[in-house]
C-alpha cells in the first residue's frame, strides 16, 4: 500500500500563510525577505486589526512594486502608533500631513514623481475610516475624479478610535461609541439606524480602475487584491475591514475571528470592482447568523443581555440579508 | 521685456519661467487670472516637465502642493480671502513641515459679509503660521518678488507667500518688464530639497512631536525667519545686479530723511501715498513715507531705524484687528518701543473702498493739527453707523446688518470712487 | 504731457474693461507709461461698469479710481440718466458718445457747453461695430473715436493695440470700425453739430 508522507513543520513565526502551500502560492508574509515595511516596535494595541492590515498591504505593495513606493499616511491611529517620537516603525518612504488630506498629498507626491521621470515609483495612500469616509472624502474624490496614478487603502475600524471611539460615518447601527452612548431610550441606544456611507461604492461611481474590499481574515485574498490593484494604474481604492479589540470591546486574540464573521454574516462583503462595474465578489461558504458576531463585541452589549432587542437586531440582520443578496454572496 | 500686460499674467509669466515643476490651483476671485495664464502656458507646452493639477478645493490645492514638495518637487500654488482660511489647516502644516512652497496670495477681504475687494485681512490672518510673507508696490514687484520668493523660500526651507492685492494689481495693465528665462535661471538654481520622499533613502516625514521637543521645533521656525530677516536685503541686492532694477527688500523709504511726518504702509496705496508726499512737500510739509516690503518676518531694527526720527507715525493699513485697532500698527509700536512717537493707525481701504489722495491729505491734516485719533477709520461714514445704531436699539428682530446699511447708501455701481 | 485720465462708462459684456486695457497699450506702444484698470460693481451682463485709464510720460504711482477724467467714453447712452457719468470732468475735458444721436438731441448741449468746441462728439460706434464686425461691441470704434477727439494717441497704435489684441478676422474688423469712427470725427462729419 503506497504511502504518503506527512510533513510536519515547527509551528513558529513563520506558520502564516501556510507553508504546506507550494511556494509560488504563499503570501508575502510567509516570506522570511517580506518587507516589514510597518516594522514591529510601533504602539499599537495588542490585537490591533489596523497594524495587521496595514503590515498586510503595505508588505504586498512593495513586493508588486520591488519596494519603490511612497506612502502618504492620514492622521489617526495607524499614523499616531506608528511614529511615537523619536521613532518610526515604517520602513517605507512615508509622509504624513493632516487628517482630511492624504489623498491630496498623494496625488502631489505622484506628479513630483512624474515631473521627476521616476517611473517605477508607485504612491500609496492611507488612513482610517475617519480621515476616508468623513473629513477625507473631498479629497479623494478629487483624486478619484482625476484618476491620479494612488492607490488609497483606507483601515476600516468603524470609528474614530484615536481620540477615543467616538462615531464616523462608518459607524454601524446601534453600535456604542462615546457619542452613541447607551443611555436613555433602549431603543436609540448606540448608532442610529441609516442609510451607511459605503465609500466603495462610492469609488465605484467615480469609475475608476478598481476597486475592492478585503479583511484581515482573508490575507490571500487581501494580497492577492493588492497585487492587483498594484499592476495598475490611474486611481484606485481598497476598503479593508479591521476590528479594533479596544474600540468593539472584543478579545485581542478573536480579531481575525471576528474579521472573518463580519464576512461570512454578509455584514462585510468581499468584492472587486473596475469602471464602475462589480466584476468579482466572493460568495459565503457558510452564512452565519448576526448574533454570532456580535456577540463577541461589547459595543453590541445592550442588544443582549436578559432582554435581547430582537427588533434591532432583526434589523441588523436584514442589512445583512440585503448585502447578501444585492452583491450576489450565496453560494 | 517690456510688456503692457495685466498684472496676473507678469505674475503668471515670471512664475513660469521660475521653473515650478508642480503648479496646483483652484480659482478664487481674484487669483483666476493667474492660474489660467499658467495653465495656459503648460498646456501649450512651454512650461516642461511640469505638473498643472486642477484640484476640487483650496485645502486639496496646498494639500497636493505639501506632498509634491516634499516629495521634491518645486512647486506653487495661489489663493486669496476664503481660500487661504479654507486651507488653513495645510498652511501650518507646510511651515511646519519646512516645504518651500511660493503661494501668490491676491489680497481679498475675508467675510462675512462677501466681499470680492481688496484688503490685506486674508495675509493677516495667516502671519503667525510660520510663512514669510512679501508685499507688492506694484506689478513689477509682484512679478519679480517670486523669483526672489523661491530662492529664499529653497535657501531657508520655509513657505513663502507672495502678497498682491487683488484688483488693484492683479487686474491692472501696467507696464512691466519680464525677465528672461536666462536671467531667471542666473538667479535662481536647480532645487536641491533639504529632505524628499524616496523610496532609496527611506524617512519618516511628519512625525508626532511631544512636550520634549516641540518647543524646539518652534524655535527653529523662528530662527528661521530671523535668517530671513538678513537673507531678504541681501537676495535683493543680488536681483538688482543681475536685472538692473530695485526690487524687494524690508523696506524702502520715501523722502524721510528729514521728515517730522511719515506714513507707514503695505503694498499698492503707496503709490498713492507718494503722490500726496510729494504734493504736500511742494507745500513745505516736512512729510516722507515707508513702504513695508516684507510683513514676516517683520522688520523690528529696520522699522525702527526709518522711523524713529519723524514725530509723527502714520501707520496706514487695510487691515483691522477687530476689539483693538490696528494689526500693521501693532507691530509698529513694537518696534518704536521706547521711541518717542506720537503713532497713528488709520484703518483704511477695508473692503476695496478706494484710498483717495483727498482723503489722505485730509487726514494727514489732521494729524498734523494733533486732531487725529489714535485708531481712525478713514473715511467712516458716521451717519450711516448712527442710523444703523439706532435701528439696533430699537428692534430687536433688526434684520442683517450689512443689508440695511446697502438700502441706507443706495446702489454701489452708482458711485465712482 | 501731463498724466492724462480717462474713464469709460458702459454695461458688463461691452468690452468697457478691454477698452481701457487697449487704450493702456496704444499709449505703451508710443513709449508712453499706461495704467488700466476695471471698477466692478455686482458683476453680470448689463450692469453698469467702469474702467479707468491713466496716460503719462513717467511711471504711474496714483492708484485711485478716476475721479477727474480729462476724457470720458460713454459707451452705452442709456446710462446717461442712471449713473452720474459726468462726476469730475474736467474743464477742458473731452466726451466722447456712443451714439447715433448727437449731443444736442441727448439734451446734454446745455450741460456740456462749457467744454472747449469740438471736445464733445458723439459717434455710432455699435453700428460701425455691426457694419465691421457684425456684432454691436462698440469699444474698438470708440476708441478710434477717442483718438480722433483728443489727438492724444495715433489711430495707428489704436489699430496696433487692436490687432496685437484680437484673431485676424476680428482684428479687422475692430480696426476698420475705429479707423472709421476716426475718420468721422477728424473730418468732423456729425449728424449733428
Wanted: hydrophobic share 45%.
Amino acid at each position: 500500500m503506497p504511502t504518503q508522507i506527512i510533513k510536519f513543520y515547527q509551528t513558529g513565526t513563520f506558520t502564516v500563510g501556510n507553508r504546506l502551500l507550494d511556494e509560488s502560492q504563499r503570501t508575502v508574509q510567509a516570506r522570511m525577505d517580506r518587507t516589514n515595511g510597518l516594522d514591529c516596535g510601533h504602539r499599537a494595541c495588542q490585537g490591533c486589526g489596523e497594524a495587521l492590515g496595514a503590515r498586510y498591504a503595505i508588505d504586498a505593495a512593495m513586493r508588486a512594486a520591488h519596494n519603490q513606493i511612497v506612502v502618504a499616511n492620514a492622521t489617526g491611529c495607524l499614523e499616531v502608533f506608528s511614529t511615537p517620537y523619536p521613532e518610526t516603525s515604517w520602513q517605507v518612504a512615508w509622509m504624513h500631513s493632516l487628517f482630511g488630506n492624504a489623498a491630496a498629498v498623494a496625488t502631489g507626491i505622484a506628479a513630483a514623481m512624474k515631473v521627476k521621470g521616476r517611473n517605477q515609483v508607485r504612491v500609496l495612500a492611507q488612513g482610517g475610516d475617519g480621515g476616508t469616509t468623513d473629513i477625507g472624502l473631498g479629497c479623494l474624490s478629487g483624486m478619484f475624479e482625476r484618476n491620479d496614478d494612488v492607490l488609497y487603502i483606507c483601515y476600516d475600524n468603524e470609528a474614530y478610535m484615536n481620540t477615543g471611539v467616538q462615531r464616523s460615518s462608518a459607524t454601524p447601527p446601534a453600535a456604542r461609541t462615546a457619542t452613541t452612548p447607551v443611555v436613555g431610550d433602549r431603543a436609540e441606544s448606540g448608532a442610529k439606524f441609516g442609510q451607511g456611507k459605503s465609500v466603495p461604492l462610492i469609488a465605484l461611481a467615480h469609475q475608476i480602475p478598481y476597486v475592492a474590499t478585503a479583511s484581515v481574515a482573508n490575507l490571500h485574498d487581501l494580497e492577492a487584491k493588492v497585487t492587483k490593484a498594484m499592476g495598475l494604474h490611474g486611481a484606485r481604492y481598497i476598503h479593508i475591514h479591521v476590528p479594533c479589540p479596544l474600540g468593539w470591546g472584543s478579545a485581542s486574540s478573536d480579531t481575525i475571528k471576528i474579521a472573518r464573521l463580519a464576512v461570512e454574516t454578509g455584514l462585510f462583503p468581499l468584492f472587486e470592482g473596475e469602471y464602475g462595474e462589480i466584476t468579482a465578489r466572493t460568495p459565503i461558504r457558510r452564512r452565519v447568523p448576526v448574533e454570532e458576531y456580535l456577540k463577541l463585541q461589547k459595543r453590541f452589549a445592550h442588544l443582549f443581555g436578559a432582554e435581547p432587542d430582537a427588533p434591532r437586531i432583526a434589523m441588523i440582520q436584514a442589512i445583512a440579508d440585503r448585502n447578501v443578496s444585492k452583491f450576489g454572496l450565496d453560494r | 521685456m517690456l510688456r503692457q500686460i495685466e498684472g496676473s499674467r507678469a505674475v503668471a509669466e515670471t512664475v513660469a519661467r521660475c521653473r515650478p515643476e508642480v503648479i496646483c490651483a483652484y480659482p478664487i476671485t481674484p487669483q483666476t487670472h493667474i492660474v489660467e495664464g499658467l495653465s495656459e502656458i503648460v498646456k501649450a507646452g512651454h512650461l516642461k516637465p511640469c505638473e498643472f493639477i486642477n484640484v476640487e478645493s483650496e485645502f486639496a490645492a496646498l494639500s497636493v502642493a505639501i506632498g509634491a514638495s516634499a516629495a521634491g518637487a518645486r512647486t506653487y500654488t495661489a489663493t486669496a480671502s476664503q481660500g487661504l482660511l479654507f486651507m488653513a489647516e495645510a498652511v501650518y502644516n507646510a511651515s511646519g513641515l519646512g516645504l518651500p512652497i511660493v503661494m501668490t496670495i491676491g489680497n481679498r477681504a475675508i467675510g462675512a459679509p462677501i466681499n470680492i475687494w481688496n484688503d490685506h485681512s486674508d495675509s493677516m490672518s495667516m502671519r503667525d503660521a510660520g510663512w514669510i510673507q512679501l508685499f507688492a508696490e506694484n506689478n513689477q514687484e509682484a512679478a519679480d518678488l517670486h523669483i526672489q520668493a523661491f530662492r529664499l523660500a529653497e535657501e531657508l526651507s520655509c513657505p513663502v507667500m507672495v502678497c498682491i492685492d487683488g484688483f488693484i494689481l492683479t487686474h491692472a495693465y501696467e507696464r512691466v518688464d519680464l525677465p528672461t528665462q536666462e536671467q531667471v535661471d542666473a538667479y535662481l538654481p536647480r532645487f536641491e530639497p533639504r529632505q524628499a520622499l524616496d523610496p532609496d533613502q527611506v524617512m519618516s516625514i511628519g512625525a508626532m512631536v511631544g512636550p520634549e521637543a516641540f518647543t524646539e521645533v518652534r524655535y527653529l521656525s523662528h530662527h528661521k525667519q530671523l535668517r530671513a530677516l538678513e537673507r531678504i536685503p541681501v537676495l535683493s541686492e543680488e536681483f538688482r545686479e543681475q536685472f538692473g532694477r530695485a526690487s524687494g527688500g524690508l523696506l524702502r523709504r520715501y523722502r524721510t530723511e528729514d521728515a517730522d511726518t511719515i506714513v507707514v504702509a503695505l503694498g499698492s496705496v503707496n503709490g498713492t501715498i507718494q503722490e500726496v508726499v510729494d504734493d504736500l512737500r511742494e507745500e513745505g510739509v516736512k512729510i516722507g513715507s515707508v513702504c513695508l516690503g516684507t510683513f514676516r518676518p517683520f522688520p523690528l531694527a529696520a522699522v525702527r531705524e526709518a522711523l524713529r526720527n519723524a514725530g509723527r507715525v502714520i501707520v496706514l493699513e487695510k487691515s483691522l484687528a477687530v476689539g483693538i485697532g490696528g494689526i500693521v500698527a501693532t507691530d509698529v509700536r513694537m518696534a518704536l518701543d521706547g521711541v518717542s512717537a506720537r503713532i497713528y493707525t488709520v484703518i483704511a481701504g477695508l473692503g476695496g473702498r478706494a484710498i483717495t489722495k483727498a482723503s489722505l491729505r485730509k487726514m494727514i491734516g489732521q494729524a498734523q493739527q494733533d486732531q487725529l485719533e489714535p485708531v481712525t477709520f478713514l473715511d467712516l461714514n458716521v451717519g450711516i453707523i448712527q442710523r444703523h445704531l439706532e435701528r439696533e436699539s430699537k428692534l430687536r428682530r433688526s434684520g442683517p446688518a450689512a443689508e440695511n446699511i446697502l438700502r441706507d447708501i443706495g446702489l454701489v455701481a452708482a458711485r465712482i470712487g | 504731457m501731463a498724466m492724462f485720465q480717462i474713464r469709460i462708462h458702459g454695461r458688463g459684456g461691452q468690452g468697457v474693461v478691454t477698452a481701457a486695457e487697449l487704450l493702456s497699450v496704444a499709449a505703451f506702444l508710443e513709449g508712453k507709461y499706461a495704467q488700466a484698470f476695471p471698477s466692478f460693481g455686482s458683476e453680470r451682463t448689463g450692469a453698469p461698469v467702469m474702467a479707468f485709464c491713466r496716460i503719462d510720460q513717467r511711471s504711474i504711482r496714483l492708484r485711485e479710481p478716476v475721479m477727474q477724467p480729462d476724457a470720458l467714453i460713454i459707451q452705452d447712452p442709456t446710462l446717461l440718466h442712471q449713473v452720474n457719468l459726468f462726476e469730475g470732468l474736467s474743464a477742458s475735458g473731452f466726451v466722447l458718445l456712443n451714439s447715433t444721436r448727437g449731443i444736442q438731441e441727448l439734451g446734454l448741449d446745455e450741460f456740456l457747453k462749457p467744454l472747449p468746441q469740438g471736445h464733445c462728439r458723439s459717434v455710432a460706434a455699435s453700428e460701425l461695430a455691426l457694419k465691421h464686425v457684425g456684432r454691436p461691441l462698440p469699444n474698438a470704434a470708440l476708441l478710434g473715436g477717442f483718438a480722433g477727439i483728443t489727438g492724444l494717441l495715433k489711430i495707428e497704435s489704436v489699430i496696433a493695440a487692436i490687432r496685437e489684441r484680437f484673431p485676424a478676422k476680428i482684428a479687422d474688423g475692430n480696426a476698420a470700425a475705429a479707423q472709421e469712427a476716426y475718420e468721422r470725427i477728424r473730418t468732423k462729419e456729425v449728424i449733428h453739430a
